[in-house]
C-alpha cells in the first residue's frame, strides 16, 4: 500500500480501527489469541439437568406442550423439513444441497476442502483461495435449519427432539472448543447458541434432552460466552456492524439465559451497555443503518425482536433508543418494501442471513420480520395474513408492552437524508435513489443508483452480491459501479478499490433533494466520486418522475473528468421497460444478477457512452 492510501485508510476508518487492527494482527503473530482463548475452557459448577428446569428463566418460546397458535401443516412446511432430514440444507435460505445425513460440520461442499478441527481458531483464515467461501462451513452450523424441524414438530405433531439432539450432538464432538472453522467468527457462535436456546426450551421435557446432553451443551454455551466475551473489541472496532450487535445482544441475554454461568452477571451488564451503544451509533436518526444493505438491516431487525422480546418476558428494559431506533427501523424498511410480495431493492451487501426463519415465507420477503417488530412496539399488525403471522408467534406471541403508534405506508416523496435514501411512491410505482454520504464504511460502489419497480416487480434493477469469496471479476462486478444504475467514468468506479471489503475515496453527498410541479416529482443530487481521477471531479443527476404516466427522465452531468469517456449503465429487469435517449446508441453487455446469495443468474444490460452529459428517457410500455 502506498502512503497516499494509507492516509486514506486513516482517514476513512480512524485510528482507533488501524490501531487495533496492527494490535491484533501481531496477537494472532504471537499466540496472544491462543492464550486469551484456551482449547481447554471447563465451566467449574455445571448444574444438573433438574436444576435448570427449576431456575431457568422466560425465554422467546415456552415448552411444546405450552406452545399454542393455530397449527397450519403446509406442504411448503412439510417439503422444507423433509429434505433436511434426508440431509439436504438451504444455504443462504435459496439453494438446496445435499450434504448427507452424517455431514462432518468441515467441509466445504461447493468444492470439498475440510478444514482442520485440531488447529486453533486464530490459525483459520476465513478468506482463501483454496478453502472457497467459509461461509459455505458456517451455514449448518449456525443452526437455523433447526427452527424449520421445530416449526414442523409442532405444525405436523410429530416428535423430532432425538433428531434436534443428536444433531447438537454430533456437532459438540467434531468442534473441539475454540478449534476448527466454526469457532473462527464470534457472530457464528453466538447466533449457534440462541438457535439451540430454542431447541432446548422447546423440547425442554422430551426424553432425548438427557443428563449427559445437557452437561456437554452447557460447557459449550460456557465456552461461546467466553470466546465472543474476550473477543468482543473485534467486532466492535475492526467490524462495527451487524456482528456486533449480534454479540453484544447475546452477551446481554446471558444472565437471563445462563445465570448457572457466573461470569454472566458481569458480561450481561456490559453486554447491554455495549448493545445500547451500537444500536445508537449503527442505527441513524431517520433509521436508516450504517451498513448501507437492507438485508443486514432485517438482520438487526430480528435481533432487536428477539431481544426486546427476553427482555419483557423477565421484565426487563433497554433504553429508550433501542426502542426509538427499532421503530425508526421498520419505518424505513416499511417504506421501502413492496406490500404485493415483501421485497424490497436488493440493495447494499446480501449474503443470504435470515437468522431465524420462522415462516414459510420467500426469504426476499421481508413482512413476516417487520410485522413481528411492528407489533412488539405498536400492538398492531401491519400485515393480517397467518404465514407472515406466524414469526410473532415464535418470537414474542403474548401480551404487549405497546409504546408506538402504528406505521402507514406514505404516498409521494419521502426523503431520509442521513441514510442518504430518497423515495417515490405513486401508486404503483416505486422509486428508490441512492445519495448519501459515508461516516461508515461502504460497501458497494453504488451511490446515486435507481431502483425501480412496478405492481411488485423490480423492473429497474440492483444486480446483487453473489458472494464475497470468488473471482476477482465478479467481486468486481458485484462491489463495483459496473452492477448499479449509475454512471462509470472509463472502467472506473466511483471509489478506488481495496482489500476485501475496503474502498479509498470514499464517494460523499454534496446536495440532494425533492422539488415537485405540477407535472412531476424532481430528484436533484450531486457526489463527490472518482476522486481517485480528480480531486474535484462531480456526478449530478436530476430525476424527473412523471406523475401522469409511468416515465422517467434522467440527466447525468460529469464534471472536473472531461478527458475520460464516460457510461451511463442500465440493468432494466422486464422486456416491457424501454431504455432511450435521443443523443446516444445503446451498446449492450452481458451481466449478471443475483437475487439471493451464491446463486447466478445472466443478463443482458447496456449502456450509453457520454462525454460530459446525458439525458435519457425510462419508460414503462404496457
Not at 410 to 423: A, E, M
Amino acid at each position: 500500500m502506498n502512503l497516499k492510501l494509507a492516509i486514506q485508510l486513516l482517514r476513512n476508518m480512524g485510528t482507533r480501527y488501524v490501531m487495533y487492527r496492527v494490535s491484533h494482527e501481531l496477537e494472532k503473530k504471537f499466540g496472544r489469541l491462543k492464550k486469551k482463548h484456551p482449547t481447554d475452557l471447563v465451566l467449574q459448577k455445571p448444574i444438573s439437568l433438574k436444576e435448570w428446569h427449576q431456575t431457568k428463566n422466560s425465554f422467546a418460546i415456552k415448552a411444546k406442550e405450552d406452545v399454542n397458535f393455530g397449527k397450519r401443516p403446509t406442504e411448503i412446511l412439510e417439503q422444507k423439513a423433509k429434505k433436511i432430514l434426508q440431509g439436504e440444507l438451504p444455504y443462504f435460505n435459496a439453494q438446496w444441497i445435499s450434504i448427507g445425513k452424517d455431514y462432518d460440520w468441515l467441509t466445504n461442499p461447493t468444492n470439498g476442502y475440510r478444514y482442520d478441527a485440531k488447529k486453533h481458531w486464530s490459525e483459520i483464515a476465513d478468506l482463501s483461495t483454496e478453502a472457497g467461501d467459509i461461509k459455505y462451513v458456517w451455514e449448518k452450523s449456525r443452526f437455523s435449519y433447526l427452527l424449520t424441524i421445530l416449526r414442523y414438530d409442532y405444525h405436523f405433531d410429530q416428535d423430532l427432539s432425538e433428531f434436534v439432539f443428536a444433531e447438537i450432538d454430533s456437532w459438540i464432538q467434531a468442534n473441539p472448543i475454540n478449534q476448527g472453522p466454526n469457532w473462527r467468527c464470534s457472530q457464528e457462535i453466538s447466533l449457534r447458541i440462541l438457535n439451540w436456546c430454542y431447541a432446548l426450551y422447546y423440547y425442554q421435557n422430551a426424553p432425548a434432552l438427557t443428563e449427559e446432553r445437557w452437561q456437554r451443551i452447557q460447557q459449550v454455551i460456557y465456552a461461546s460466552l467466553h470466546h465472543v466475551y474476550h473477543h468482543i473489541n473485534f467486532s466492535r472496532i475492526a467490524v462495527r456492524n451487524n456482528h456486533a450487535i449480534t454479540e453484544t445482544l447475546f452477551l446481554s441475554l446471558s444472565n437471563i439465559l445462563f445465570p448457572f454461568v457466573p461470569e454472566t452477571k458481569k458480561w450481561s451488564k456490559d453486554g447491554v451497555k455495549w448493545l445500547e451503544q451500537e444500536i445508537d451509533y449503527q442505527i441513524y436518526d431517520d433509521g436508516t443503518f450504517l451498513q448501507f444493505s437492507m438485508n443486514y438491516h432485517r438482520v438487526v431487525v430480528q435481533l432487536l425482536s428477539l431481544g426486546i422480546s427476553v427482555f419483557e418476558k423477565n421484565q426487563r428494559q433497554f433504553s429508550d433508543v433501542v426502542y426509538q431506533k427499532a421503530y425508526q427501523s421498520v419505518n424505513f424498511l416499511f417504506q421501502c418494501m413492496q406490500d404485493e410480495n415483501g421485497w424490497l431493492p436488493n440493495y447494499g451487501s446480501n449474503d443470504g442471513a435470515l437468522f431465524f426463519p420462522l415462516t414459510d415465507a420467500d426469504y426476499r420477503d421481508y413482512r413476516p420480520q417487520l410485522n413481528t417488530l411492528h407489533q412488539i412496539l405498536t400492538g398492531k399488525v401491519l400485515f393480517m395474513n397467518d404465514v407472515i403471522m406466524e414469526d410473532f408467534h415464535w418470537v414474542k406471541g403474548d401480551v404487549l408492552n405497546a409504546k408506538y403508534q402504528p406505521i402507514s405506508k406514505k404516498q409521494g416523496v419521502q426523503s431520509f437524508d442521513v441514510g442518504g435514501y430518497y423515495l417515490c411512491r405513486i401508486g404503483d410505482l416505486f422509486t428508490f435513489i441512492r445519495c448519501g454520504n459515508h461516516k461508515d464504511r461502504p460497501a458497494q460502489a453504488d451511490n446515486l443508483h435507481i431502483d425501480i419497480w412496478y405492481k411488485g416487480e423490480n423492473v429497474l434493477r440492483d444486480s446483487g452480491t453473489y458472494q464475497y469469496n470468488t473471482s476477482p471479476e465478479k467481486l468486481n462486478y458485484f462491489m463495483g459501479t459496473t452492477s448499479h444504475n449509475t454512471v462509470m467514468v472509463g472502467e472506473n468506479s466511483q471509489m478506488q478499490k481495496g482489500g476485501r471489503f475496503i474502498w479509498y475515496y470514499w464517494s460523499q453527498k454534496k446536495k440532494a433533494g425533492w422539488s415537485e410541479t405540477e407535472d412531476a416529482f424532481i430528484f436533484t443530487g450531486a457526489i463527490s466520486a472518482f476522486r481517485q481521477l480528480h480531486q474535484k471531479a462531480l456526478h449530478q443527476r436530476v430525476i424527473k418522475i412523471s406523475k401522469r404516466e409511468p416515465k422517467w427522465l434522467v440527466e447525468d452531468n460529469i464534471k472536473g473528468l472531461d478527458s475520460y469517456i464516460k457510461k451511463q449503465i442500465w440493468h432494466p429487469n422486464s422486456p416491457n421497460l424501454k431504455i432511450s435517449s435521443n443523443q446516444h446508441q445503446p451498446a449492450y453487455f452481458d451481466s449478471f444478477n443475483s437475487d439471493y446469495y451464491g446463486l447466478l443468474e445472466p443478463k443482458q444490460s447496456l449502456f450509453f457512452e457520454f462525454n460530459n452529459s446525458i439525458e435519457t428517457k425510462i419508460e414503462i410500455i404496457n
